[in-house]
T-cell receptor, first 114, second 110 residues
Framework: DAKTTQPNSMESNEEEPVHLPCNHSTISGTDYIHWYRQLPSQGPEYVIH???SNVNNRMASLAIAEDRKSSTLILHRATLRDAAVYYCILTPRGSGGSNYKLTFGKGTLLTVNP | KAGVTQTPRYLIKTRGQQVTLSCSPI?????VSWYQQTPGQGLQFLFEYFSETQRNKGNFPGRFSGRQFSNSRSEMNVSTLELGDSALYLC?????????FGPGTRLTVL
């Protein structure tokens, strides 16, 4: 499986935008980019996913570089509730349920200051 | 819709015992995956079931097993518990893209 590299930690102030980077230089052409987050004492939560184009949903935006070797999760206005560990995960597209096996790295611990 | 539910939420066992954990997926989701989370190893994939069949398996010993019922509910079993099995066990279901996780079962092995 292709690997991802994320900073160990980042800090933000409340109501400011946050840009969480992820490098995936060995990504293959059919790998999807997923982001999950895990709030303290909870299971991981799906945030967003994309393949080539930038994506937006009610939680966040995903900006994917043109060469797909990196991506950025954007939280437009951080709140205290966004403090969590954010995971960038690649999943291969294919048959046999390969999309259902997530390989989590260490993620980025986001601290949001009031 | 109700989320993924896991029971029990907390469990204490002793070495050598066995344990069964239960997971009820979101209604309509046919795929259920199980993960183990420990401070040292992070989140690791155990196995995935779809339509009562194990479709994917992680790198865990045979003491870890699971099954899925016709209503998509799933159970995982750990036999001959070891101290290192103390962890948060998470279950996730998916409609296809995006996995929806339950709150987990915290297992402590003494």
């Amino acid at each position: 499986d292709a690997k991802t590299t994320q900073p160990n930690s980042m800090e933000s102030n409340e109501e400011e935008p946050v840009h969480l980077p992820c490098n995936h230089s060995t990504i293959s052409g059919t790998d999807y980019i997923h982001w999950y987050r895990q709030l303290p004492s909870q299971g991981p939560e799906y945030v967003i996913h994309g393949l080539t184009s930038n994506v937006n949903n009610r939680m966040a935006s995903l900006a994917i570089a043109e060469d797909r070797k990196s991506s950025t999760l954007i939280l437009h206005r951080a709140t205290l509730r966004d403090a969590a560990v954010y995971y960038c995960i690649l999943t291969p597209r294919g048959s046999g349920g390969s999309n259902y096996k997530l390989t989590f790295g260490k993620g980025t611990l986001l601290t949001v200051n009031p | 819709k109700a989320g993924v539910t896991q029971t029990p939420r907390y469990l204490i066992k002793t070495r050598g015992q066995q344990v069964t954990l239960s997971c009820s997926p979101i209604s309509g989701h046919r795929s259920v995956s199980w993960y183990q989370q420990t401070p040292g190893q992070g989140l690791q994939f155990l196995f995935e079931y779809f339509s009562e069949t194990q479709r994917n398996k992680g790198n865990f010993p045979g003491r870890f097993s699971g099954r899925q019922f016709s209503n998509s509910r799933s159970e995982m079993n750990v036999s001959t518990l070891e101290l290192g099995d103390s962890a948060l066990y998470l279950c996730a279901s998916t409609p296809g893209f995006g996995q929806y996780f339950g709150p987990g079962t915290r297992l402590t092995v003494l």
